[in-house]
């Protein structure tokens, strides 16, 4: 049953373009376009940018980056 449930979570466009932010319960995701860079803001680490590449897809993939 926890397969077929989806997150529920608020996504705002952010100023640039084709970019947007996925607020979640212990981290930000932020994703830059069709470039597939993403910005992990821990809310712990005081929002500390982590930015990773195609590798976060396989840890968080119920994201989207096509």
Known sequence: M???????VPVFITK???SFVVFCPSFHVLN??????VAIYNLK???EPYFLEENLKKVYNFINFN
């Open 32 to 37: 830059q376009g069709s470039t597939a860079k």
């Open 45 to 47: 680490e005081g929002f």
């Open 16 to 18: 640039e373009e084709n």
């Open 2 to 8: 926890a397969d077929n449930q989806k997150m529920n």
